[in-house]
């Protein structure tokens, strides 16, 4: 879909293109202020003043909103990768209680698998390394699975005990849920409407002005620039490998140092 589209855009020129748009709908709302304020009497003056008060109330709801569901999904992100980091220790430390050839087997594809799962990060932008990536992680979850059940029919008793199972379990759930998160923005249909509602409350702002017979430039344009910075970061924190504001990767890169190489010598 077209509105899909959007989600490609940069944030800063995003964010750019409504500053410009802000300016724009601040000259037209005080032009069509400034032909109208004539014929207008006083109490209608206090109805269109309360009646832009709400509006531009709504509009400011809908942006802090917008910014609760960006924020927090940043978060879930960055949670999910500690989580998953705890996950994987966790996973290595077990499977230290297995006996070869499938502890070996387990080790070598955890570290496959941190290995890709950094390198996708890294390079999610590049199309051909991402799939390549994202085959490495499906490979490498298959091979951990394969050596739990290679551990399982050596010694059944001694796999429970050391619970292996649950724990290489939680490693592949947690892969499916951060691939969802990466997934998870914020409905395209909604940026389009924020903008225009922005589009809206700057026409409103300039009316105004032009209801007073003077341009307020120095107001209009510091009230222009917060919009735009709030709407740049609302629009960063839902583009975690494109934006200024990254998803914090370091504790898989700890997490990497710790476990045996991905081909070991034995």
Same mark, same amino acid.
């Given at each position: 879909? =077209?509105?899909?589209?959007?989600?490609? @855009?940069?944030?800063?020129?995003?964010?750019?293109?409504?500053?410009?748009?802000?300016?724009?709908? %601040?000259?037209?709302?005080?032009?069509?202020?400034? &032909?109208?304020?004539?014929?207008?009497?006083?109490?209608?003056? #206090?109805?269109?003043?309360?009646?832009?008060?709400?509006?531009?109330?709504?509009?400011?709801?809908?942006?802090?909103?917008?910014?609760?569901?960006?924020?927090?999904? !940043?978060?879930?992100?960055?949670?999910?990768? &500690?989580?998953? =980091? %705890?996950?994987?220790?966790?996973?290595?430390?077990?499977? /230290?209680?297995?006996?070869?050839?499938?502890?070996?087997?387990?080790?070598? =594809?955890?570290?496959?698998?941190? $290995?890709?799962?950094?390198?996708?990060?890294? /390079?999610?932008?590049?199309? $051909?390394?991402?799939?390549?990536?994202?085959?490495?992680?499906?490979?490498?979850?298959? +091979?951990?699975?394969?050596?739990?059940?290679?551990? !399982?029919?050596?010694?059944?008793?001694?796999?429970?005990?050391?619970?292996?199972?649950?724990?290489?379990?939680?490693?592949?759930?947690?892969?499916?849920?951060?691939?969802?998160?990466?997934? %998870?923005?914020?409905?395209?249909?909604?940026?389009?409407?924020?903008?225009?509602?922005?589009?809206?409350?700057?026409?409103?702002?300039?009316?105004?002005?032009? /209801?007073?017979?003077?341009?307020?430039? #120095?107001?209009?344009?510091?009230?222009?620039?917060?919009?735009?910075?709030? &709407?740049?970061?609302? @629009? +960063? !924190? $839902?583009?975690?490998?494109?934006?200024?504001?990254?998803?914090?990767?370091?504790?898989?890169?700890?997490? /990497?140092?710790?476990?045996?190489?991905? +081909?070991?010598?034995?």
């Amino acid at each position: 879909m =077209a509105l899909e589209r959007v989600y490609d @855009l940069s944030p800063s020129i995003l964010a750019i293109v409504v500053l410009a748009m802000l300016a724009f709908t %601040n000259e037209i709302g005080f032009r069509i202020g400034r &032909l109208r304020s004539a014929r207008e009497s006083e109490p209608a003056r #206090a109805v269109s003043g309360a009646m832009k008060a709400t509006i531009l109330g709504l509009v400011a709801l809908l942006l802090g909103f917008s910014y609760s569901i960006t924020s927090s999904k !940043f978060s879930q992100r960055q949670r999910l990768v &500690l989580d998953e =980091a %705890n996950a994987i220790g966790t996973c290595d430390l077990r499977a /230290q209680l297995l006996p070869p050839p499938a502890r070996e087997r387990i080790r070598v =594809a955890l570290r496959g698998y941190t $290995d890709a799962r950094i390198a996708y990060f890294e /390079q999610a932008l590049e199309p $051909d390394a991402a799939s390549k990536a994202s085959s490495s992680m499906n490979a490498a979850l298959e +091979d951990l699975w394969a050596g739990v059940g290679e551990a !399982f029919q050596a010694n059944s008793d001694l796999t429970k005990s050391s619970e292996i199972i649950p724990a290489a379990n939680e490693v592949i759930d947690l892969s499916s849920t951060r691939s969802w998160a990466s997934r %998870n923005h914020m409905p395209p249909s909604m940026v389009v409407l924020l903008i225009v509602c922005l589009a809206i409350s700057g026409s409103l702002t300039g009316h105004s002005s032009g /209801q007073s017979g003077s341009r307020h430039t #120095a107001l209009w344009t510091t009230l222009n620039v917060l919009v735009a910075l709030i &709407l740049f970061v609302v @629009l +960063d !924190f $839902d583009r975690p490998r494109r934006g200024l504001i990254q998803v914090d990767h370091r504790p898989l890169l700890e997490l /990497q140092s710790s476990l045996v190489p991905a +081909d070991p010598q034995r």
